[in-house]
């Protein structure tokens, strides 16, 4: 993946922002990992692609840092699904979409998931 880093924004935002410019920059690899169907992913057995580096940055987060590893693991798959939906968008330049919006994007659904999971301080 590509490294991005803005020390303003949270280690787990960097990585998620870092997925993003890899969709968009890296257009064959983007799509061998996550549109050829090469695999197939059962989240109640199967570890999906990057969880456990993601995961471990979304714990230093203050609201995620003592919920359960359940609670991490449904964040994380629907922020995935989420972000790998406009990460196709940006590889496919299906819609014109620059990275501050795709980012305002990802921030807004990462919240609305910590409110939905009765995160929100």
Request: glycine share 4%; aromatic share 12%.
């Amino acid at each position: 993946m590509l490294a991005h880093q803005d020390p303003d924004n949270s280690p787990a935002l960097n990585v998620t922002i870092g997925f993003l410019y890899f969709a968009q920059e890296e257009k064959y690899l983007f799509r061998t990992l996550y549109l050829s169907g090469y695999k197939t992913y059962n989240p109640q057995t199967d570890e999906f692609l990057g969880e456990e580096l993601t995961t471990r940055y979304m714990r230093y987060s203050k609201r995620l840092n003592a919920v359960s590893d359940e609670q991490i693991k449904r964040i994380f798959l629907k922020l995935m699904i989420y972000l790998i939906g406009i990460g196709t968008l940006l590889n496919t330049r299906t819609l014109e979409l620059d990275m501050d919006q795709a980012t305002e994007m990802i921030r807004e659904m990462y919240e609305m998931l910590l409110m939905k999971e009765g995160l929100i301080y």
